[in-house]
């Protein structure tokens, strides 16, 4: 009998040496990654006050739909999550503090202490525009040595990029986009330079390299250059080219505050994916849980309640209550209030200035017929949707439109600004799907169509070709003669509005309304190619570990039957 267990143990041990070539797989690492958390410790504490008139449960909410009030309980939510799940390490593109104060990097610098203290879990951070209000390059390295800087194998001396290990096989190449006080980028030559450097050194060390910076690196929807010019990095410089070309296949980003995943593919064929995680203290209250292996597989998961001890005084109960246990739902309704408003806001002739970024000498003629205009657009933009929900004897955009025999679909919603935020959030969440033939698309379309129409109405021939030229330039349009040709004619306004917006606007609402592949949340793309140089010793030393265990159990083998 015991020379039959010898037997069963010797063959047992050559067919583990076996599954060695069966298990010579890529390395695995799972990270987290959360952006823009824009900590407030002061608005976590002090009593809330008004935000808005739409909505009382929610009376406080008023910040374009983000969530400083709540971003302590958030971040506190989003702490304790992370440290029970299965990442390996936690990623922070940018924009931790809301203020950039010195008082709110030290709060989340004893949040991150804890964090790691408790989960044993490694944290990686890099700054974004916010982070640099108040506090200064010098200041964010030195509060937050012990999260990057302090295992940096290399460091820029020009910024605060940095790379560090993440495990055997990757490395984090930390960018620093920002430009100290300021919004927009500040991606230079010579950061770019050092950047290709140190792709270069790893692949020397055959190292694989996530990426992390705060700013975009490139366009995520059409127009987002425009819409957001100083946002994205490619374009003013070559980041996206040097780094797909030097074999770094992700890079995680924000800034934006959407969800997204968008594809660079650099003149060698070299591929390299933009993945934007959306702002935690927004709705949906997002973060990633991103796993590496032979493929990429994307998780977006979401801070679904609070400690509604960490809230600050002042909230109601009802929201309180939401808080506890639907917190998605709650962000939703103050990212409605907030869009709303601001959207609202812009509604008049000095708001309406400032967005289109007019200049009284330089652009006098669409000042003056801003001024002429604004009251009007005010008006229509509040009219109800359909003439079903628009109470007796008032303006509607259905009754405005059916005049000239356009229809509007039924729907829901209230009136336009509703579409803008529900077209706004889908975005915002990512996976977005509003087709040109969808009742949103409609609406917004034909609805924007009759709110020109009717606040472009007393305007002359000469002024109502500068309002359309002036949105050709903006849109980045090629204008279609027969508009113009039609804008000569009041009678046919209309009509050349309907086909301004179906033949050139539609589209790009389209491509803002629906999502290109690949899918922004949960998603498997390609994984790293392995390193040929350290799968070949790999190989070697697998064989000599399969030679040596088949040669010591053929001995036992031996042993017991022929000793």
Not at 339 to 350: D, E, F, M, P
Not at 526 to 540: I, S
Request: charged letters at 20%; glycine letters at 6%; a negative charge.
């Amino acid at each position: 009998m015991k020379s039959i267990i010898s037997l069963i143990l010797a063959f047992s041990m050559i067919f583990t040496a076996c599954g060695i070539f069966a298990a010579a797989t890529e390395k695995e690492l799972t990270i987290a990654v959360a952006n823009d958390i824009h900590l407030n410790v002061d608005k976590s504490t002090t009593p809330v006050k008004r935000g808005n008139s739409v909505n009382e449960d929610f009376f406080h909410a008023g910040h374009s739909g983000q969530m400083p009030e709540e971003s302590v309980a958030i971040a506190d939510a989003f702490f304790d999550l992370v440290a029970n799940d299965e990442s390996d390490v936690l990623l922070l593109p940018g924009d931790i503090a809301d203020g950039g104060t010195i008082d709110q990097h030290l709060a989340m610098a004893a949040l991150l202490s804890e964090f790691e203290a408790t989960s044993g879990k490694k944290v990686f951070v890099i700054p974004g525009n916010h982070d640099f209000w108040d506090a200064g390059v010098a200041d964010f390295k030195e509060i937050y040595q012990s999260f990057g800087y302090s295992d940096a194998i290399a460091q820029d001396t020009l910024s605060a990029s940095y790379v560090a290990e993440l495990n055997d096989e990757y490395r984090l190449l930390a960018i620093d986009s920002t430009k100290p006080g300021q919004s927009p980028h500040g991606m230079t030559q010579a950061r770019v330079d050092w950047i290709e450097a140190q792709c270069k050194q790893a692949a020397t060390d055959g190292k694989k390299v996530i990426a992390m910076m705060h700013h975009n690196l490139i366009e995520h929807f059409v127009l987002a250059k425009t819409l957001h010019k100083t946002a994205i990095v490619e374009g003013d410089v070559a980041l996206a080219e040097v780094l797909a070309t030097n074999g770094v296949k992700y890079i995680f980003t924000g800034h934006t505050h959407d969800t997204d995943i968008a594809a660079y593919t650099a003149e060698d064929g070299s591929v390299i994916y933009d993945v934007v995680t959306g702002a935690l203290f927004s709705y949906p209250c997002p973060y990633r849980v991103v796993k590496f292996s032979d493929s990429v597989t994307f998780e977006t998961r979401k801070v679904q309640s609070v400690d509604v001890s960490l809230l600050p005084p002042g909230i109601t109960e009802n929201a309180i209550e939401m808080a506890k246990t639907d917190m998605v739902q709650y962000s939703k309704i103050c990212t409605w209030i907030g869009v709303r408003n601001t959207i609202a806001g812009y509604a008049s002739a000095s708001s309406l200035k400032r967005l289109l970024k007019l200049d009284k000498e330089k652009d006098a003629a669409m000042w003056g017929i801003v001024d002429k205009v604004g009251t009007k657009i005010a008006e229509s933009l509040n009219w109800s949707l359909n003439a079903s929900v628009a109470e007796e004897d008032a303006m509607s955009i259905e009754g405005y439109l059916a005049e000239y025999d356009i229809e509007v679909p039924q729907t829901a919603y209230g009136d336009l600004i509703d579409v803008a935020v529900e077209i706004f959030q889908a975005h915002v969440v990512g996976d977005e799907n509003f087709p040109g033939y969808s009742p949103e698309i409609l609406s917004m379309t034909r609805g924007l169509a009759a709110v020109l129409h009717y606040s472009l109405a007393d305007l002359s021939v000469e002024e109502y070709t500068t309002v359309l030229e002036f949105i050709a330039a903006l849109l980045k349009l090629d204008l279609n003669p027969e508009i113009l040709t039609l804008a000569g004619n009041a009678v046919s306004r209309m009509r050349g509005l309907e086909l301004l917006f179906t033949t050139a606007i539609m589209p790009l609402f389209c491509e803002y309304g629906v999502d290109d592949a690949p899918a922004d949340n949960n998603v498997t793309l390609p994984g790293y190619e392995k390193n040929t140089t350290q799968e070949t010793m790999n190989f070697f030393e697998k064989i000599f570990e399969f030679l040596k265990q088949l040669y010591n159990g053929l001995m036992t083998f031996f042993a017991h039957f022929f000793g």
